[in-house]
């Protein structure tokens, strides 16, 4: 597991991140590929270039979200792709079918499947708003930041607020993937 990935996973609510590690561990036994997350908490900058790409800057459109609207700003999604010269499986014989396992397993772990976006379909994106819509979402962070929306969710869950935040000192088990590196 590299390092870039641990480091995103400890940005991410942990729950959310524990489930998305389950999904990455599958895979790998699985089909004993290893992936990356390549994008956790995003920032409403780059949310910004996104949105424009396809609109006012040249490319094809790649998000539905404006700056704010990305479930991305608040912990609560990811994106992955796989480690190696093929991150999307192109050129791999069961590329179709290992996204396929990727999706079920997203969906087995409680989170929700880009792939199964209809508006702007996105394979490498999971995510949870554990029940949130966005419009409550944007409010709470509105009033307190990513703090509220964690303290919001752990409140849903009925755990005592703030129990797993992590930081950047606090450790990722991978147990299952191979390559396990620092
Ligand atoms: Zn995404």
Request: with cysteine; hydrophobic share 40%; glycine share 10%.
């Amino acid at each position: 597991v590299k390092s870039d990935t641990r480091a995103r996973l400890r940005t991410l609510y942990p729950d959310f991140a524990i489930r998305a590690v389950r999904v990455l561990e599958d895979i790998w036994r699985l089909w004993r590929l290893e992936m990356r997350v390549t994008e956790a908490v995003r920032t409403w900058q780059y949310q910004e270039e996104l949105y424009a790409s396809g609109r006012t800057r040249p490319g094809k459109i790649v998000t539905h979200a404006k700056p704010g609207d990305s479930i991305h700003h608040y912990g609560l999604a990811l994106d992955a792709c796989f480690a190696g010269a093929d991150p999307f499986l192109e050129k791999h014989p069961h590329g179709q079918e290992i996204w396929a396992d990727f999706g079920r397993l997203v969906r087995a772990h409680g989170l929700d499947w880009g792939g199964d976006f209809i508006h702007l379909r996105d394979q490498p994106h999971a995510e949870l708003t554990y029940g949130f819509k966005l419009h409550e979402i944007k409010e709470l962070y509105r009033h307190g930041g990513l703090t509220a929306v964690w303290a919001a969710v752990d409140k849903h869950r009925k755990v005592p607020e703030g129990q797993g935040w992590m930081g950047p000192r606090t450790k990722v088990k991978m147990v299952a993937m191979g390559g396990i590196g620092p």
